[in-house]
């Protein structure tokens, strides 16, 4: 009979045992762990992503700074044409009117030759 009583006695402890384990009344440590786990790789990889980010941001800010280094002399180098343009253009406009004054000067002359 103390032995019936003995194993009732064990059951009903690994029955109580069992019941507070699927209640979670059991530590949640392996839970827990699991947890901290997943969190700490979601930090991980939220730092690793934001590393990425400014590293883009680096880049990106390098290959705008040489964009404008390049507009810029592109620009400087065509004021440098159109000025070139422009003095070559007043000096065929000079030229132009020095031979527009010899031509009058010719009409002027042919005009008082056939008078004569």
Do not use: H, W
Not at 55 to 78: A, F, H, I, P, S
Not at 90 to 95: A, F, G, P, S
């Amino acid at each position: 009979m103390t032995k019936v009583r003995v194993l009732l006695g064990v059951l009903a402890v690994l029955m109580l045992v069992g019941f507070a384990t699927g209640c979670g009344l059991v530590s949640d440590q392996p839970k827990q762990e699991a947890e901290k786990k997943v969190e700490s790789k979601a930090q991980q990889a939220k730092q690793e992503v934001k590393k990425k980010i400014e590293v883009g941001q680096q880049d990106l800010q390098k290959k705008v700074d040489d964009l404008k280094k390049k507009v810029e002399t592109g620009q400087e180098n065509l004021k440098k044409k159109v000025d070139e343009v422009q003095t070559k253009l007043d000096e065929v406009q000079t030229k132009l009117d020095e031979l527009l004054k010899k031509v009058d000067a010719q009409k002027q002359q042919k005009q008082q030759n056939q008078k004569k």
